[in-house]
């Protein structure tokens, strides 16, 4: 398709041509080029559109569009005016029947639509102003609705408007009436049809019009079958009994005929959208709440789980009066206030509240799958498709109707409440370094790269045979300079015990300087960012003092790795120096001892028989001479190393030893001490 471009013509160029830019453009848009077209604009030209014309002109303007989803609104629209019946508890069944040739019908056992001659139109019936008049109906106010989806009179009419064929019946005071209509005009007047003494309600069998739709567009079995089902989830003291033609749902799970009855609502409605998942807690946190008298309510469930929604981490599903809400608004809102405040307010009494204070109901409901239903008198929607609530008390009547029992929840298992607490904070952490990742990544793409300066860095420039040494302190890394290949390897002294990540937050986490020093100079970003071919080493080496407080710095420094960088661990990248803890020489022979059995073991063997032999312990790895840090440890021809790796296959035991040794709660270690106590032979203190 070739780009037009528009162009100013100077005076000159215009006479010339003696053509005029409006002229071009009049010829660009297509209109036709009128030599002396008439420029009269009189009342003449005005347009009134009566009845239903302007639904069908611009049915837009009424259910959004043409395509799929407006035709299904049509739907919506008839199933909102049989539910609202079932809300005021004048209904309590309604049958949806999708038929071959595009052709729905639904029916209720309510009060029936009005049939009696209408006091403003004496020649019309009530029904026949309802379906033939936009704006009119009988939820303006609340003297015959006290709740409804139906608040501009215009949802019935429109879809009689955009059928082909509808067909109204109406079973009133023990008799049949009936009427006929095409396109929005009635086929003649509403008829008596006879008695009906065991009959009462409405039923509305419609055809959507194919000169608005399309002929190729039709109703969608499956779409039509859950949309009944979850009308049901939310009245709960209806039944809703759904028929389909076989050969129309042939081929798929839809049933042919089902009944839809769930007196656990929401809490219902929840527990088959999450199926088999993994939750958070064992029990989801649901509940009702009624106002005085009947007239208005409010209904939730919500239950987190870590393992996602499809495409989605969580998903928020909200109604008002029964209608879908798809776009949220001020309902959904006091849910998240009341659920975010909740978390917030028990932090505070369980001793987290400073970790907490970064949550917010992103984190909160960003891997939950919550519903909210309002029922509530005279609601303000954007728009007439209804896709978002826009009453602003609905924010404080959730808010005040959910804070509450989710206080007490909370506080009746504590267990529970605590997991699901440090599961939204670990979200808000997560959230967080992704937004330090990216300013990072931001930063990175305008600056060159800054190692830190305690760095010994080798001369190498590519990563293949590189190894970079993590020593404990100065001392120890002044004699790793002096002992290494500068060729190859590098030297980072870290000073003294580094951060327990385990059980540290995110912003603790990035303010520390050995972490942040670390992070710099194996050039690697952690988290969603981390790519192991930006790592500047081959190898990476925890080299501690072979003591206790070196086997503590070890464990910080490998908690450090599987917690933040673990696929240096997974690629097989990350090892563990094992110097030696003594020297024992006689004569002029030596050897290293890498702990005490290893130097009984020396004893035994290399130097049996007679003879005093010397043995020396080295206090750290700063006490000893750089030839011999070197020989035992730093010199790839004869040291020794431990590879550290993870049982992929035993994951959560592996989890839950971390967590345990090296997480927050020091009640579990406290346990786990306890447990293995009687396993140490001996204290080396």
Same mark, same amino acid.
């Given at each position: ?63 959004? %569009? ?43 056992? %309510? ?321 967080l370094r992704r937004r330090r990742e990216k300013e990072v990544s ?118 450090y790795f599987y917690k933040i960088m673990p696929q240096i661990i997974?690629? %097989? ?24 059995a290893h130097r009984e073991e020396l004893l035994a063997t290399e ?79």
């Amino acid at each position: 398709m070739k780009a037009r471009t528009w162009v100013v013509s100077n005076v000159s160029s215009q006479k010339k041509s003696g053509k005029s830019n409006l002229e071009d453009a009049a010829a660009l848009f297509g209109e036709p080029k009128k030599k002396n077209a008439p420029t009269a604009y009189t009342a003449e030209d005005i347009e009134v559109l009566e009845g239903l014309e302007p639904v069908r002109k611009r049915p837009g303007m009424y259910i959004g %569009g043409t395509g799929s989803a407006a035709l299904h609104h049509l739907f919506a629209e008839v199933l909102d005016n049989a539910m609202d019946e079932a809300v005021a508890k004048y209904a309590d069944r309604i049958e949806v029947t999708l038929e071959a040739g595009n052709l729905l019908t639904v029916s209720d056992n %309510g009060r029936g639509i009005p049939v009696d001659p209408h006091p403003k139109f004496k020649d019309k019936s009530a029904l026949e102003v309802i379906m033939t008049t936009l704006h009119a109906g009988g939820k303006f106010s609340s003297k015959v609705y006290q709740t409804s989806g139906g608040l501009h009179g215009v949802g019935v009419s429109v879809v009689n408007a955009l059928s082909a064929r509808l067909d109204v019946e109406v079973a009133r005071n023990k008799k049949l009436y009936a009427q006929s209509f095409s396109r929005g005009l009635p086929l003649g007047p509403l008829e008596e049809k006879g008695a009906a003494p065991n009959r009462r309600g409405t039923l509305v069998r419609f055809s959507p019009d194919p000169e608005i739709f399309g002929d190729k567009l039709d109703f969608s079995p499956i779409r039509v079958f859950r949309m009944a089902r979850a009308k049901a989830y939310l009245q709960r003291g209806v039944r809703i009994r759904w028929r389909c033609d076989a050969a129309l749902v042939a081929g798929t799970d839809v049933p042919t005929e089902a009944e839809f009855h769930f007196p656990g609502g929401l809490g219902d409605f929840l527990k088959e959208r999450m199926g088999t998942k993994t939750t958070i807690t064992p029990e989801q946190f649901q509940g009702r709440v009624e106002k005085e008298g009947g007239h208005g309510s409010v209904e939730w469930a919500v239950s987190w789980t870590p393992q996602g929604f499809g495409e989605a981490d969580g998903f928020t599903r909200s109604y008002c009066n029964t209608v879908p809400t798809i776009e949220g608004g001020t309902h959904v809102a006091g849910l998240r206030a009341a659920l975010t405040k909740g978390l917030k307010a028990y932090a505070e009494t369980a001793g987290m509240g400073k970790k907490a204070t970064q949550i917010t109901a992103d984190d909160v409901l960003s891997t939950a799958g919550a519903m909210v239903s309002v029922f509530i008198t005279e609601p303000e929607f954007q728009g007439q498709t209804k896709e978002k609530l826009a009453s602003p008390a609905a924010t404080r009547a959730v808010e005040s109707a959910v804070r509450d029992p989710f206080d007490h929840w909370l506080a009746g298992a504590p267990k529970e409440a605590a997991k699901l607490l440090e599961w939204v904070i670990s979200r808000a952490e997560d959230r967080l370094r992704r937004r330090r990742e990216k300013e990072v990544s931001r930063k990175s793409a305008t600056r060159k790269l800054r190692l830190p300066g305690k760095l010994a860095d080798c001369s190498r420039s590519g990563a293949k045979d590189t190894e970079i040494f993590l020593v404990e302190g100065d001392s120890a890394g002044g004699s790793a300079k002096q002992a290494r290949n500068r060729k190859t390897q590098a030297i980072l002294p870290l000073k003294g015990k580094i951060l327990n990540v385990a059980s540290s937050t995110a912003e603790k986490i990035a303010a520390n300087q050995e972490i942040r020093d670390l992070t710099q100079a194996l050039g690697v970003q952690p988290g969603n960012s981390f790519d192991l071919d930006n790592l500047r080493y081959e190898r990476v080496i925890i080299m501690t003092d072979a003591d206790v407080d070196g086997d503590h710095i070890a464990a910080l420094l490998i908690t450090y790795f599987y917690k933040i960088m673990p696929q240096i661990i997974t690629a %097989g990248r990350l090892y563990l120096a094992l110097p030696p803890l003594y020297r024992l020489s006689r004569g002029g022979k030596s050897a290293y001892a890498r702990d005490d059995a290893h130097r009984e073991e020396l004893l035994a063997t290399e130097f049996a028989g007679r003879g005093k032999v010397d043995v020396s312990r080295f206090k750290g790895l700063g006490e000893m001479m750089p030839a011999q840090l070197k020989e035992t440890t730093m010199d790839p021809a004869k040291r020794t190393m431990a590879r550290i790796s993870i049982d992929e296959n035993n994951m959560p035991t592996t989890e839950a030893l971390v967590e345990t040794l090296m997480g927050k709660k020091a009640e579990l270690r406290f346990a786990f001490i306890q447990e293995h106590a009687k396993f140490v032979n001996e204290l080396d203190v």
